[in-house]
């Protein structure tokens, strides 16, 4: 099911993703997150199903993530985002696609309307966190580690939910990461795309509060748009009866375009 490739989108830069490829056929495009890889449930999930609707299908890992090149302290909104751009230009082509934005990767995904306004026939969020560098942790840092992070250029920070060891997370975060952050602002830029835009959430989200997913909404003037806030639901909303869900709203916006 893996089937990893890797796609050079510079001289000293190669990208590792997934596919299913078909000529000229509506894509699915997964975009994953934060020091996120190819590797889990989501990617695999939504490749099966591209195979068994017979459309194409790509998911990426941007520079410094999983076992594409780089270094991750060395990137930033800006580039991933040119990392998904460039993937897309060489693999999607002149493709329609729907777009799955895990996380982070709902940013990276809104940066993208800049690009591939034609070719982009719905999106779908998991978890959106657009802006979330300036918003969820530069804003709620103690002064010392923000100096740290000025001083030092990077510091070592948890985030999550400090109860269960595993719905916590350490990043590397770097000032030029924040400073960058500041420079991709999407939560003020309307979309006027008369697409389908749904939206998922976990109630129990312990790293992104479920207004950043309505802020995203907010931004789609003309769109069919979708809130599904999911009981329970955690930030990823990976397990089998949450892939469900999401994969059926895909389902379902694939056959009204159709």
């Given at each position: ?46 490749k099966k199903y591209a195979i068994k609707n017979k459309l ?203």
């Amino acid at each position: 099911m893996k089937n990893f490739k890797y796609v050079k989108i510079s001289k000293t830069k190669k990208l590792r993703y997934i596919d299913n490829y078909y000529k000229k056929k509506l894509y699915i495009i997964f975009l994953p997150g934060f020091m996120s890889d190819i590797d889990g449930v989501k990617p695999r999930t939504f490749k099966k199903y591209a195979i068994k609707n017979k459309l194409g299908f790509l998911a990426i890992e941007y520079s410094g993530h999983g076992k594409s090149s780089g270094v991750f302290t060395k990137g930033n909104i800006s580039e991933w985002s040119n990392d998904a751009k460039k993937s897309i230009k060489k693999i999607v082509k002149k493709n329609n696609f729907i777009l799955i934005g895990s996380s982070m990767g709902a940013w990276i995904s809104l940066n993208q309307f800049n690009y591939f306004k034609k070719q982009i026939k719905g999106f779908v969020g998991i978890g959106s966190a657009p802006e979330f560098l300036e918003k969820l942790m530069w804003k709620k840092f103690p002064k010392k580690v923000k100096q740290e992070i000025k001083e030092k250029g990077v510091s070592i920070i948890k985030h999550g939910d400090s109860k269960f060891k595993q719905r916590q997370y350490e990043y590397p975060i770097t000032y030029q990461l924040i400073k960058d952050g500041r420079k991709n602002k999407v939560l003020s830029k309307k979309i006027s795309l008369r697409i389908n835009v749904t939206m998922f959430h976990g109630q129990k989200d312990e790293a992104v509060p479920v207004s950043f997913s309505r802020k995203v909404l907010a931004l789609f003037t003309k769109a069919k748009k979708k809130m599904v806030v999911i009981k329970n639901g955690d930030h990823s909303l990976s397990n089998k009866k949450n892939l469900k869900r999401i994969t059926s709203e895909l389902d379902r916006i694939v056959k009204n375009i159709f």
